[in-house]
């Protein structure tokens, strides 16, 4: 693709090839959990719903207060989280990925 356009589009293949990696990101991920991670959809409705809420109550008094509404957005948002299926594979998959960001979970107590 890269080759076929460069000459056509130079910066947006450019901008394609130096953010690749992040572009495909999702592909790392268990095929049954691709479908609600290859957007910000939830993530944008989640922060636009904690917006709303800090708008009808002008200000928040403390930092207690702003994680206590933070949590009940997210909170209440994960429910739309679940019912992504996951074979065994899939957990296999997710359980490498946690390893190769996180480490072995021994160095990760002890950090």
Not at 11 to 39: K, Q, W, Y
Not at 40 to 50: A, D, H, V, W, Y
Not at 64 to 85: E, K
Request: positive net charge.
């Amino acid at each position: 693709m890269a080759e076929k356009y460069a000459d056509r589009y130079p910066r947006a293949v450019a901008c394609l090839m130096d953010n690749l990696s992040g572009l495909t990101a999702h592909l790392n991920f268990p095929v049954e959990h691709r479908e609600r991670i290859r957007h910000t959809n939830l993530l944008e409705r989640t922060f636009g719903e904690s917006r709303r809420r800090v708008k009808v109550i002008g200000r928040l008094p403390g930092e207690n207060s702003c994680l206590s509404l933070v949590w009940a957005v997210l909170d209440r948002a994960s429910v739309g989280w679940r019912g992504i299926d996951t074979s065994v594979a899939g957990i296999r998959r997710l359980q490498d990925l946690r390893r190769q960001l996180l480490g072995p979970p021994e160095l990760r107590a002890a950090g």
